[in-house]
């Protein structure tokens, strides 16, 4: 069974491509149907997407803070 994601994770992330490769739905198999699970990994890419604008400092607007 595949690892699941956290934020903390976003530490290794470099490039934009680590985030399609780090994200992993446990459950993948347990999903009612495909669109569920897309919308899951999205979310998960979203968390961590924001987990790595919060450690670098990054505001909504773009600006560093």
């Keep these: 069974m595949a690892r699941r ?3 903390s ?3 290794n992330v470099e ?4 985030v399609d490769e780090l994200v992993a739905d446990k459950r993948q198999g347990w999903r ?3 669109a ?4 899951r990994q999205r ?3 979203k968390r ?3 987990e790595i604008r919060y450690q670098s400092g990054i505001t909504n ?3 560093q803070s």
């Design 43 to 45: 979310r998960y890419k």
């Design 32 to 34: 009612a149907n495909a």
């Design 5 to 7: 994601t956290y934020e």
């Design 61 to 63: 607007d773009g600006e």
């Design 9 to 11: 994770d976003g530490l």
């Design 15 to 18: 490039t934009a491509d680590d």
């Design 48 to 50: 961590l997407t924001n």
């Design 36 to 39: 569920k699970a897309r919308r």
